[in-house]
């Protein structure tokens, strides 16, 4: 099985590429979609499954191999190198605008560590890539019992559990995990060793029975997402406990779609292998540039009375398609600029 996995981590995948195109534009749809209407809670309700697809793809890919330190080491220091570049590039912009809040060295250090919100990805993906090397001895050395044991472990405390204690709807149970003293999100390292854990098994999840399982669970937790949320924000104000990427149902909905395009890339094998992976290789680029894009248009009379002004059910897909082409236009010729490609790839 390790050797197969091995040879697996070698393979190119188109599908793959595609799922990360397909992930970033609803990515993109998250931060276009806004919560003013029900049909803009919606489209944002569709849109959650792609960052957990995400955190997949990294384990896929990254619990596939053995790393040496020194390049995970550069590969870590790339990763928060590009963080606080970004971070610098907003805060720059923030500065023409007029908007920023704090200039003095302490606030500077503050934005530039914190801010923008949407770099938080940056953040997680790097807690994940330090712990590589430890996942990596387990996923390599643990049977499929003991690795399944681990997923249902991370499962648990990082989605179900997680959801309660946010919820406030368990103040027993919050008084047992703070004795326990256990980390109370876990779901990113669900996401990542799913992802390795789909390497390692393979997709097809013991049969058609297993595999019709998973998409109907995917479509309950699909509408879990939407109906919940509108219940619970009947109010007036916006509840995002179930949009929330830790939760069951966006989980659900995210391994549904993992699994449903390898499957059915297997069996239509995606065509135009470069077309996929040159527009994969511009996903990081556009999930970094495509909120500055959002400012800007929201920042111009113009467009934000011709993008924002009627009704989200028709704007939220056309800002979402817009900003995502725009971004792609920029970063398609950018990467290939020699100092501009560290902070797009």
């Known amino acids: 099985m390790k ?7 070698r393979t190119y995948d188109a599908d793959a590429d595609w799922m990360r195109v397909v992930a970033a534009f609803f990515v993109v749809m998250i931060h276009a979609s806004g919560t003013r209407t029900f049909a803009a809670v919606f489209y944002n309700c569709v849109a959650r499954f792609s960052v957990p697809v995400f955190l997949m793809l990294s384990g896929w890919y990254m619990l596939a191999r053995p790393i040496a330190g020194r390049v995970l080491a550069r590969k870590c220091g790339a990763l928060f190198a590009r963080l606080l570049a ?15 809040a704090d200039t003095s060295p302490r606030g500077i250090a503050a934005y530039l560590l914190t801010q923008p919100f949407h770099l938080w990805y940056l953040w997680a993906l ?35 559990v997680t959801l309660l204690l946010r919820s406030g709807a368990a103040p027993v149970l919050a008084a047992v995990i703070d004795r326990m003293k256990a980390p109370y999100l876990l779901g990113f390292p669900f996401c990542y060793l799913l992802g390795g854990y789909f390497r390692r098994c393979g997709v097809e999840l013991g049969g058609k029975a297993r595999r019709g399982a998973l998409y109907a669970f995917g479509l309950l937790g699909l509408l879990i997402t939407v109906a919940g949320t509108r219940r619970l924000s009947a109010g007036g104000e916006l509840d995002q406990l179930l949009e929330s990427f830790f939760a069951p149902n966006v989980l659900a909905v995210s391994a549904a779609f993992f699994v449903f395009v390898k499957q059915l890339c297997r069996r239509f094998p995606p065509r135009h292998p470069a077309a996929a992976r040159e527009l994969a290789d511009c996903t990081l680029g556009v999930y970094l ?11 111009n009379p ?31 010729p950018l990467k290939r600029v020699p100092l501009l490609r560290r902070l797009l790839r």
């Open 3 to 9: 050797t197969l996995q091995r040879e697996a981590a």
């Open 302 to 332: 113009a467009t934000l009375h011709l993008l924002y002004d009627g009704a989200d059910r028709w704007l939220v897909p056309l800002r979402t398609a817009l900003v995502f082409a725009l971004a792609l236009l920029l970063v398609l």
């Open 86 to 100: 970004w971070s610098a590039i907003f805060y720059g912009y923030e500065l023409l605008c007029g908007t920023a």
């Open 126 to 160: 790097l807690a994940l890539y330090l712990f590589t090397p430890m996942l990596f001895v387990f996923c390599e050395h643990a049977t499929k019992r003991q690795y399944q044991y681990a997923l249902l472990l991370t499962f648990l405390f990082g989605s179900p």
């Open 289 to 299: 540039l495509h909120p500055l894009i959002l400012l800007m248009l929201q920042r």
